[in-house]
């Protein structure tokens, strides 16, 4: 019996834990300025996230990537790569969240000001 409720008490800690790490995630999200483009961790373009934007971006492996910004926030809407991970992941707008197309070495980042 005492082997159950120290099952019990472990697994709520646990949740409880996961619960403060989800609710301080989301309480302490800042809003970006900026999206840094890099390919092969060279900054290639600084994107303004409060000017709609439609460039395209040559990365390595002769790979294509269409970088949107759209309403404060920076998505990949197509890429020649074989898997559309960076596609997939949608849009961002919060500082530090990437989104990153391992084929062509690019990486788009939020940030909050030029660094």
Avoid: F, H
Wanted: with cysteine.
């Amino acid at each position: 019996m005492k082997k159950k409720y120290i099952g019990a008490v472990c697994i709520a800690a646990v949740l409880i834990l996961c619960i403060i790490w989800i609710v301080v995630q989301n309480v302490t999200k800042v809003q970006g300025n900026i999206a840094e483009i890099r390919v092969a961790n060279e900054v290639v373009r600084t994107l303004d996230l409060s000017k709609d934007t439609k460039i395209t971006v040559q990365g390595k492996n002769n790979i294509t990537l269409v970088v949107i910004v759209s309403n404060g926030s920076v998505y990949v809407e197509s890429s020649e790569c074989p898997d559309k991970i960076c596609v997939n992941k949608g849009r961002i707008s919060n500082e530090y969240e990437t989104i990153v197309c391992l084929p062509a070495q690019t990486i788009v980042e939020v940030r909050g000001s030029v660094s």
